[in-house]
C-alpha cells in the first residue's frame, strides 16, 4: 500500500483515497485524473491497429479452390495448380460408375469418392513444388500432380 492506498488484488489494481469529508471512495482512473470515457477512447485506439491488421491476415488465408474430375479412371485435370503457401481445398467429383479413393502421401490425405458422388478435401499451406495424387482403387491408370507455384 502506498501513500494514495493502492492494492494489487489478483492482478487488478484496487485503488482509494481517504477523503476526510466522510465522500465516497475514488476509483483508479479517478485518482489518476482520467474519466472512465477518455480510458475507454484510449483502449479504442490501441484495440484499432490490432484489428486493421488482423483483417489483411485472414483475407490472405482464404483457402484457394481446385477441382478435380475423375472419368474412366482418368484424372482431369491431370496438374492442377494452386498458390504456394495457402490452404488448399481440393473438389474430386467422381464420374465413374464404380467408388474411387482420392489418395495422397505426400499431401497426407485418404478419401473415399462414391460412384456418381464428390468429396471435398483441405490441404495445408504447401511449398513450391509437384505433389503426387491417385486413385487406390486404379492407380494404374488414374494418377496426377497438383502443382503449387
Not at 501513500?3 to 475514488?26: K, L, N, Q, W, Y
Not at 477441382?67 to 481440393?90: C, Q
Not at 473415399?112 to 482403387?137: E, M, N
Amino acid at each position: 500500500m502506498n501513500e494514495t492506498g493502492a492494492f494489487i488484488v489478483a492482478r487488478r489494481c484496487v485503488c482509494f483515497e481517504r477523503m476526510g469529508d466522510g465522500s465516497p471512495m475514488r476509483t483508479c482512473l479517478e485518482l489518476l485524473g482520467m474519466t472512465r470515457l477518455r480510458w475507454l477512447s484510449l483502449l479504442g485506439l490501441g484495440l484499432a491497429p490490432v484489428v486493421a491488421l488482423a483483417a489483411p491476415a485472414h483475407a490472405a488465408d482464404e483457402p484457394a479452390k481446385v477441382t478435380l474430375t475423375l472419368k474412366d479412371h482418368r484424372f482431369s485435370p491431370a496438374e492442377p495448380t494452386a498458390p504456394a503457401g495457402k490452404p488448399i481445398v481440393i473438389e474430386v467429383t467422381n464420374l465413374d460408375s464404380t467408388p474411387s479413393e482420392f489418395e495422397s502421401k505426400p499431401l497426407r490425405v485418404e478419401k473415399v469418392v462414391p460412384a456418381g458422388g464428390k468429396v471435398t478435401v483441405q490441404v495445408r499451406p504447401l511449398s513450391p513444388g509437384r505433389y503426387r495424387f491417385f486413385d487406390d482403387y486404379h492407380e494404374a491408370t488414374a494418377e496426377g500432380f497438383l502443382v503449387t507455384k
